[in-house]
């Protein structure tokens, strides 16, 4: 079991900008795919980008061309880059494995953008 501490989040007003960062436990943590997700208030939680072991990406629709997201395995960390950021973009966010281990979620990190 990989444990995940999230932080980096705040709050912003909307087009700025934060940076969110993922430490992980481990010393297999490079050979995992990881993603970021996000849970707004009142929503079930949504995947929102994932790094595979090669460095490819996938980003949901949403987030494309604004969230960047890079792993760096020397020191077990995955980052997401928030760029233009919109209110609907509020919401805590939480990194994992993908696909999500459900045993792995840690307290997430807050983001909340104000418009």
């Known amino acids: 079991q990989v444990q995940l501490v999230e932080s980096g989040g705040g709050l912003v007003q909307a087009g700025e900008s934060l940076r969110l960062s993922c430490a992980a436990s481990?010393?297999?943590?490079?050979?995992?795919?990881m993603a970021w997700y996000r849970q707004a208030p009142g929503k079930q939680r949504e995947w929102v980008a994932t790094?595979?072991?090669?460095?490819?990406?996938n980003y949901a629709d949403s987030v494309k061309g604004r969230f960047f997201i890079t792993r760096d395995n020397a020191k077990n960390t995955v980052s997401l880059q928030m760029n233009s950021l919109k209110a609907e973009d509020t919401g805590v966010y939480f990194c994992?494995?993908?696909?999500?281990?459900?045993?792995?979620w840690g307290q997430g990190t807050q983001v909340t953008v104000s418009s």
């Open positions: 481990g010393s297999i943590f490079s050979i995992f795919a």
């Open positions: 790094i595979h072991r090669d460095r490819s990406t």
């Open positions: 994992n494995r993908w696909p999500a281990v459900n045993g792995n």
